[in-house]
């Protein structure tokens, strides 16, 4: 973490928070992607199947299967429609 504290002056015309900005929209992505390859590995298994096809097409659609099955078996996969499902009865729900 001692690397990320280290501050560059940035080039002219340049904000002074602009590394620090960087760094955190990056830091902010990652987490995101974590995420969603967590808790979101149907879509991302139906993503990889809807892009064309070719060698390294063919490469993601078999690792994404291998991911979305270990994800189902360790549960992450089961904790999305749940949630779904919940928001979808309280928006029906009248008042």
Do not use: C
Request: hydrophobic letters at 45%; zero cysteines; a neutral charge.
């Amino acid at each position: 973490m001692g690397r990320f504290r280290y501050y560059r002056r940035p080039p002219d015309g340049k904000s002074a928070d602009a590394n620090a900005n960087v760094r955190a929209s990056g830091f902010a992505m990652l987490i995101a992607f974590v995420l969603m390859a967590l808790f979101n590995s149907g879509d991302l298994r139906s993503f990889t199947r809807d892009l064309p096809g070719n060698w390294l097409t063919d490469q993601l659609v078999m690792y994404s299967d291998q991911w979305h099955e270990l994800m189902l078996a360790l549960g992450p996969a089961h904790v999305r429609p749940v949630i779904h499902d919940l928001f979808d009865d309280l928006r029906e729900m009248r008042w």
